[in-house]
């Protein structure tokens, strides 16, 4: 039988952070560590059980199968943790937070809603998908208690947290945005700002377009844009690493900027719905000083 030591909840820590993360430079700016001391934690954790628990040697460090173990129990450690220190300390939150997210901003708020729960691990997080004028309705009506959506004119209202340039996205490759009439990406008629936007400001400079491609959520749409059937429109935190945006030399409108608001469901909110909120005000507004130039125009 192996000689049980008890495992450094920070070390543990440490660990979760480099794969979450992606890697030991992230890990450093998330933790406000060294590098050297996050690579020393990681040394000892691997001296610990005498293997190896993260592949390195490529872009993203990943778990052995040995890693892949000790990271299911650590992360079950690490919330235990949080929940003694709130429980002793009667700081503990408990409940249900149900929270609304268009399909388009799945890609772009898990992280947060990752961090909200390992902060308070004993508030269980819904989280509804779909169209932003029905979350609000959601929110109106009790069956959420926030909602995080596109502003537009069919769903006025709630707190703006940032603003976002909306602009015209392709796949490198293609010259899809030379083809006249031009094909298009969009959703259906009536129930998003973006395609509204779209043909108004081809409309205004007399460019001829065409409906391509429709769907209702945003990985539908980027799926016709990458296979060079159509182009599309969203804001830069929407885009995916195979697709860019267009370059205005490309003589496409200038689109009007984006609102993100959050919406609060009508009462007295509950302390875990409204830290969620805070959580989430933090989180948009850091991304909304989003850098164009990371995203190369085709």
């Excluded at 796949?171 to 998003?192: E, I, K």
Aim: proline residues 7%; contains cysteine.
């Amino acid at each position: 039988m192996a000689n049980f030591r008890p495992l450094d909840l920070v070390v543990l820590n440490t660990f979760v952070t480099v794969v979450d993360k992606g890697g030991f430079t992230a890990a450093t700016d998330a933790l406000h560590l060294a590098q050297s001391t996050v690579s020393a934690h990681m040394k000892r954790l691997e001296e610990t059980f005498g293997q190896p628990l993260l592949q390195r040697g490529r872009k993203a460090p990943t778990p052995t199968p040995a890693g892949e173990r000790l990271l299911s129990h650590a992360r079950q450690m690490l919330r235990q943790n949080a929940l003694a220190w709130q429980d002793v300390s009667e700081q503990r939150l408990d409940g249900v937070v149900r929270l609304g997210i268009p399909d388009d901003y799945v890609v772009y708020l898990p992280e947060a809603l990752s961090e909200f729960e390992a902060q308070y691990p004993g508030v269980e997080l819904q989280v509804d998908c779909g169209l932003s004028v029905d979350l609000v309705q959601s929110v109106r009506t009790g069956s959420l208690d926030l909602a995080i959506t596109t502003r537009q004119p069919k769903s006025p209202g709630g707190e703006v947290l940032c603003q976002e340039p909306t602009v015209w996205a392709g796949a490198p490759g293609h010259d899809t945005q030379r083809r006249t009439p031009l094909p298009l990406a969009v959703s259906t008629d009536g129930v998003c700002i973006f395609r509204e936007r779209a043909l108004a400001a081809l409309d205004a400079v007399g460019i001829p377009w065409r409906i391509a491609y429709t769907s209702a959520s945003l990985s539908g749409l980027t799926a016709a844009v990458r296979a060079g059937l159509a182009i599309t429109v969203l804001t830069p935190s929407m885009l995916g690493s195979d697709l860019s945006i267009i370059d205005s030399a490309e003589g496409l409108p200038e689109l009007p900027m984006t609102e993100i608001a959050l919406h609060r469901s009508p009462g007295r909110p509950k302390e875990a719905a409204r830290q969620l909120a805070l959580s989430l005000q933090a989180h948009i507004q850091a991304r909304s000083t989003v850098d164009l130039n990371k995203a190369a125009p085709v």
